[in-house]
Every structure is written in structure tokens, then in C-alpha cells.
């Protein structure tokens, strides 16, 4: 287990997955109150478990043979690294200390991810390629959204496969279990940065903002291109080799005995998502943009049947 104190583990749990903000009434964004919201709701919801400790349970072979053969880690470990850098960085130029603590305890857990995928690949042999030096971004406001809608489109996929995953048994279910609480982590992640956009738009000044929504649909259209094989990636040095980028969007033929269809798999995507934003504060705003754009794409697509068992 991730804590030596069970109670302290049963405790941590709950409060990871459920918060409300301590006021009353609607909360507008860019507001203080919508600030010290969507701040402590990080910041409480913070779940203290240790990378260290965790006890990783044995694989057979077959069982170990799959995992070494998703094609994700090197990418993964990277990711966290850079992510890590990027939150920290950002954090680092911020006055506003309610703000600051919160984008610095972003940061940890991005790299406690890092700990996290390091461990496991060291526990079940896993080898992988030389990590390369992260250095700390010229423009941190722009790796820090870069970081974050990248994460939004990500997890939202992440949700889904990490589900099939866990519904098919492809692996042993304490393994799935082991990497709940960083899928989670992902949740709240992607629900503070959206509310700091929000909340950043409106406490811009007005000459300010059509810079702001440049800025935003150029990361977008970056890490369209990313996806569909057009670009390497933000933040991609020069000597990085190419990897699958595209893991989210193909990688439940990874984690399961079957081959799902793509309708069945966004189905459960939005599912997930909504499941798993469904425990932190109402009056906080969601994530739209992948599951509206989603959504739409699944209006084209033929609900699949049911196949015999």
C-alpha cells in the first residue's frame, strides 16, 4: 500500500475525490473567491502517498511480457519530467502566494508521477532510453499552458483506457489499482488549469486578452499536429526520437483482449471524465473543449452492436 496508516489511507481517499468550497452562492470567474476555490481545491484534495513504499505486486510472465511491451514509458517518463520543470518554473514567477503554493504543489505531482512510472519500470525490468537534461522553459506562461491543455486532451483519453484496462483484467487488478490515485491526480490537475485560464482571461487587462486567445489557439493547433503525426511535439528537443504520441488515442488494443470499436471507446471516455470530475465542486468549470469536440465527432458514428459473449 501507498501508506503505512490505513486510517490515513481511507481518510486521504475520500477527501482526494470530494471537496466543496466553503461559501455560499454562485462563484464568478475571476473572482477572489473563484481563485481560493479552485486553489484549495488542489491543495486539499492533495493525496500523500509515497512512491517509495509502494509495494509493487509480483507479475507472471505473461502478465509482465504485456507491460513491457506498451510502447508508452519512455515517453511517459519524459512527459512527467518536463512537466515537472514546466509547473515549477511557472510557479516560480507568480506573486499571488495562494496561486504560487498551488501551481508549486502542481508541480511535486507531476513529478511524483515521474517517481512513480520510474519505480515501476525499474521493478518489472523494463529498460529505458537515457532521460534527457529538462531545462527550465525562456517562456514559462507558454510551456505552463502548453502543459495543461496538452493534459486535457491526454486524460481525457487516459480515462477511458485506464477503465478498459481495469474492466478487462488484461492486467492483474492491484497492479491497475496501484496507479488509481495518478489517473486522479490527472482529474484535478486538468480542473485547476481550466479554472486558472478563466480566471486569468478575466483579470487581464483588456488589451492583453486577444494576445491571451493567440497564445491558446496556437498550443491548440500544435498539439493537433502532435496527434495526428504532422509535428514531434511542444517542448521536443532536437535529438528526442519520435515516439507514440498518439498512445491515448489507440491504446485500448494495449491494455485489453479486445479490440474495441472507436464509438464504444469515446462512449467510456465521457463517462470517465464526467465520473471523475463528478466529486469536486459544481460551481467550479469543467474541461469542455475534447469532450464537446468528442461528442460531436460520436454524432457521425455508428453505435456499435453488441457482441456476442
Known amino acids: 500500500m501507498f501508506l503505512t496508516n490505513q486510517a490515513t489511507l481511507d481518510a486521504a481517499e475520500i477527501a482526494f475525490r470530494h471537496w466543496a468550497a466553503p461559501v455560499n452562492g454562485t462563484i464568478e470567474p475571476g473572482s477572489d473567491e473563484h481563485k481560493a476555490a479552485f486553489c484549495r481545491m488542489l ?3 492533495h493525496n500523500p502517498y509515497r512512491p517509495a513504499v509502494i509495494d509493487w505486486p509480483k507479475l507472471d510472465e505473461a ?4 507491460l513491457q511491451s506498451l510502447p508508452i514509458w519512455n515517453i511517459a517518463v519524459q512527459t512527467e519530467g518536463r512537466a515537472k520543470i514546466r509547473a515549477q518554473t511557472y510557479a516560480d514567477m507568480i506573486a499571488d502566494p495562494l496561486l504560487r503554493q498551488a501551481i508549486t504543489l ?17 521493478a518489472y525490468g523494463i529498460a529505458l532510453e537515457p532521460e534527457p537534461e529538462y531545462f527550465r522553459p525562456r517562456r514559462p506562461e507558454w510551456a ?11 486524460s481525457f483519453f487516459a480515462f477511458g483506457i485506464f477503465a478498459v484496462a481495469k474492466e478487462s483484467a488484461f492486467f492483474p487488478p492491484e497492479l491497475v489499482e496501484t496507479f488509481e490515485p495518478v489517473i486522479q491526480e490527472e482529474a484535478r490537475h486538468i480542473l485547476f488549469f481550466i479554472n486558472w485560464v478563466a480566471w486569468h482571461h478575466h483579470n487581464l487587462t483588456w488589451w492583453r486578452r486577444p494576445w491571451f486567445w493567440v497564445q ?7 498539439l493537433v499536429r502532435e496527434r495526428i503525426g504532422l509535428a514531434r511535439g511542444i517542448g521536443a528537443e532536437e535529438d528526442e526520437k519520435p ?6 488515442m ?16 469515446i462512449d467510456i471516455c465521457l463517462a470517465e471524465n464526467e465520473r471523475r470530475m463528478a466529486g469536486y465542486d459544481p ?3 469543467r474541461p469542455k473543449m475534447v469532450p464537446r469536440l468528442v461528442r460531436f465527432a460520436r454524432r457521425f458514428m455508428r453505435t456499435p452492436r453488441q457482441a456476442a459473449a
Request: a negative charge.
Open 106 to 122: 502542481d508541480g511535486f505531482e507531476e513529478g511524483r508521477h515521474k517517481e512513480v512510472l520510474s519505480k515501476l519500470v525499474a
Open 43 to 45: 491543495l486539499e484534495t
Open 243 to 248: 515516439q507514440d504520441n498518439n498512445f491515448t
Open 144 to 154: 505552463w499552458m502548453a502543459l495543461g491543455f496538452s493534459e486535457c486532451i491526454d
Open 283 to 285: 460551481r467550479l468549470l
Open 250 to 265: 489507440t491504446g485500448s488494443k494495449a491494455v485489453a483482449d479486445v479490440d474495441l470499436p472507436l464509438p464504444t471507446l
Open 63 to 66: 502478465a509482465c511480457q504485456r
Open 216 to 222: 491558446i489557439a496556437a498550443i491548440w493547433v500544435l
